[in-house]
């Protein structure tokens, strides 16, 4: 994709969509949905997510929506929401994050609600969105990052395709003080293609 | 030590000496230097330093150097000269980057003008750097990044006892347009030293 000059003009989706799974942007109705969500899935998923505890009201969520909503307008970034495409019941999140427009690099990030755990949402959602980012935005390259001690979340990059490119140790501390190690996915351009045509 | 109540008052060296190598903050007056290595150097520099295509005037080196002793004095980066300890010519360049003091830590980079290779001045200066990190500032990660064609760079990294964490293929566009791959060598805490 070239472009355009004004970075609020880049096209972008209004909705991606699955067999079973529909990315959407997040908007102000979502906001119970979206703080249900989390409060349901705190325990499961504050280890990763620094910015779980900071949810203490459905106002917060309502705030968080208004912002990514800001972002996704002026392109600067991109939290969507996975939803059940049949019911319209909220699953998680999902989101890429522009790190180099001129290499066309971006990396994902993602969760789920703890009732949606193990039904394969995560995989069809990071699999539907990468498709996107190199058909449409011609990506080089698109990267997961993630703690190394998260297995579900490095066995969701290695499912969809993803190559285990590096092990950086002692790269983030956490709220509870300790260190830990991250991993880091990347898949590109070549290895999307020919995987499309091997 | 990961915190500071004021910043710009936090002990930071006045210089590092090694065998070979003088490691110092710079001054004003080392423009002049600065801008004559760079310029002897510059088809050497370019295809891993896209900043050496500036510094066509030696006023750019002056705003160079003023900015990295403003930064130094705010304790945001810390951008170093090389000098032969023995001469004092002025052989290179590196610095210790914050990029989290929460962990703490740094990046270092570098760069030799050309007729002062072959001396071990870098891989000297990385390890008095680093040493400095992990013994002064709490430092618990290293890291060295560079383009993965960047053999020379590569080796001062693995001679200074760095490990090979990662290849990140096509992150980055190089001075000629080609999409490279960036290699990340990184020292721990816990690592021999």
New interface residues.
Partial sequence: MILPKHRTQIPIFDALDGDRIRIRPFQPGDAEAHFAAIVESRERIERWLPWVPTYQAVDDSRDTIARMQARWLLRDDFDAGIFNRQSGALLGGIGFHPRNWEVSYFEIGYWLRTSAEGQGYVAEAVRVLMEYLFTTFDAHRVEIRCDARNTRSAAVAERTGFVREAHLRNARRGSDGTLSDTLIFARTDLDHHAAAHP | MVTHPYPTLRPMFDELRGQSVLVRPYRETDASDVFQAISESRDYLLPWLPFAAHYQRVEEAQEFVNRCIAHWQLREDFPVGLWDLASGRFVGSSGLHPR?W??P?FEVGYWLRREAEGHGYVTEAVKLLSEYAFMALGA??V?IRCDARNARSAAVAARAGF?L?????????AYDGV?RDTL?Y?M??EDPR
């Fill in positions: 989290d929460n962990i830590a618990q990660r890291f490990v964490e990662g290849r990140l293929r096509r992150d980055s566009i999409l990340i990184a721990t805490a």
